[in-house]
C-alpha cells in the first residue's frame, strides 16, 4: 500500500517512463510539453495541468500492462477520453508526476447485435460514432450530448452523462449493460453481458459508472439499442413564467407521455446571446418571450403520430393561456434550427464576458421556486449581473449560468465564483436538491462533497476506493 499522497510523489524517472512508452511504443507516446498541450488543457481554460507523459493504448492489454506498472510503482493515472468534461476531471494537476491515459485509439465498434438490441464498443468510441454505428443497423442509441462529436463513451460512463434524451431514456447508466474495466492492479474485468437479466449479486458496473476514472479505466461497454423512431416533431413555445413552462410541461407530460422525448428551457437572454453570437439563428417566434420550452415528440406510426399529440399538448396549452405563441417545425431543417438555438447556448456565452457556472437540479415542481431565488440573491450580490438558466427542465437539471454585467471586470466578476456557487447551491440544498446533476465532481466540486453527502456515504465511498484502488493511482485529487 502507498500511503504517500499523489501530488507528493516523485515525477517518474526517464527509465521508468521508457518502462510505459514501451507498451504503447514511441509511436503513441507523447513525451514533449508542447505536443502534450492538447490533453493538458480543458476546453474552456478553467483547469490546466503538467503531466510526465501522454500514453495513447490501442488494446485493453496495453492498458491491463500500464496499470500494473503504475501500480507497482505508485504512479497516479489521469484516464482521459475526448476531454469534453466540465469539472477538470480529466486533467492532470501541476506536479508534472501523474501519466495521462489516453483511450482515442481504442475506437472500434465491437459488435452489433440488432436482436438483442445491444451494441459492444471500445471506451475510446465517440459518441457520435456510437450513434452513427447504431443509426447504421436501424437502431438509436440515444445519448445526445452537444459534445457527441469529441466525447467517448469511456467518458460519457465515467460521468453518467445525462444529455437531452434522459427524460424518455435515462442517464448513461441506465443506457448500459455490461462493461470491460481494467483495475488498478492492473486485472482486466470482463463484464460485457448483453443480459437484460442478471441477479447474481453485487452489479459491479455501476461501481465504474460515475467513478470518473477513480476506480478503474473503462475500456469496452455493451450499450442498450432502441427502435429508431418513425416519427420525430419539434415545437417551441414562448411564455411568460417558469411557472407557465412548468404548467405546460404538466400538458406535455400528460398527452405525450413516453413519446415525450425532450423538454428543455431558454430565457430570453438565451436567444439574444445565441441570434447576437451564433451562426445561422434566427428568432424563433414573431415577438420576443420571457422564456422558451423546446419540445420533441417521437415514436413509431403504429402508436399515433407524434404531431398529433404535439399539435393537441400546444392547443391546448394556448387555450389555458399558458403559452403565448409556439411553432412547430414543418421540416427537418426548422426542427434542427429550433435544436440549434438551445445547443449553442453554451458556447455563446463565452462572447459575453465571464460565466459563473451551476449544472444543478431540483425536483421538477421546484424549479420555479429555485429559478426565482437565484436570480434574486445573485443579483443582490452583484447588481447588473445576468442569470442565464437553461436546460433540462424535465429532468429538473437546470443549467444556472450567470453572465457577468456587461461594464464589470472579468477578473473581478469570475473571483466571486466561489461565493455565487455557495449562495446557489445553498438554495439547491434547501430545496433537496444536488450540486450536480450531469457533470459530476471531478476538481472543481471535490471540495464540496462533505457538504452533500453523510458521513455514512462518504465512509463508503472512501472504503471503495481503498478496496479497488489501495495504492491510490487512479486519478488522485478527483471526487474523493
Ligand atoms: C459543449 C458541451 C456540452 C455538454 N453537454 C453535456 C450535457 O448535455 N450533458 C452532460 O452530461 N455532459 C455534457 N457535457 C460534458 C461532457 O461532454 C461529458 O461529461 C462527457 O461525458 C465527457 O466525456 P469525455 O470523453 O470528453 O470525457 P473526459 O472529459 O475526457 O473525462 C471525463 C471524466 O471521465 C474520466 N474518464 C474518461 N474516460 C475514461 C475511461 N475510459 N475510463 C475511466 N475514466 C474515464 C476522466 O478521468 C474524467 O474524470 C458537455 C460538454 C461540452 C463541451
Redesign the pocket.
Known sequence: MNDTPAKERPVPPDALLDRFAAIVGEKYTVREASDMAPHLV???GLYEGRAALVLRPGSTDEVSRILALANETGTPV??????????????PFDTGNEVI???TR?NRIRTVDSVGNAMTVD??V??AQAREAADAADRLFPL?????G???????????????AVLAYG??RELTLGLE?VLADGRVWDGLRSLRKDNTGYDLKDL?IG?????????GAVLKLFPKPESRTTAIAGLSSVANVGMLFEIARRIGNASLTAFEIVPRIGIEYVLRHGQQTRDPLQGPHDWYALLELSGQKADGGAEDRLEAILTEALEAEIVEDAAIAASLGQSEDFWRLR?LL??VQGHEGGSIKH?VSVPVALIPEFVARASETVTKMIPGARPVPF??YGDGNI?YNVSQPPDMDKQAFMARWDEVNAAVHAIVKDLNGSIS????I?RMKRDLLPEVKSAVELDLMRAIKKTLDPNGI??PG??L
Do not use: W, Y
Not at 445526445?144 to 457527441?148: D, I, K, T, V
Open positions: 480543458e476546453l474552456r489521469v484516464p482521459q477520453g475526448g476531454n469534453t468534461g466540465l469539472v477538470g476531471g480529466q486533467i491515459v489516453s483511450l481504442m471506451a475510446g465517440t459518441l445526445s450530448l452537444p459534445s457527441e469529441s466525447c467517448q463513451i469511456g467518458g460519457n460512463l465515467s460521468t453518467n452523462a445525462g444529455g437531452a442517464n448513461t474495466v465504474f467513478a470518473e476514472g477513480t476506480l478503474g479505466i473503462i475500456t445547443e453554451s458556447e449544472d436546460g433540462h443549467h446533476a450531469e457533470h459530476g471531478g487512479l486519478n478527483k471526487l
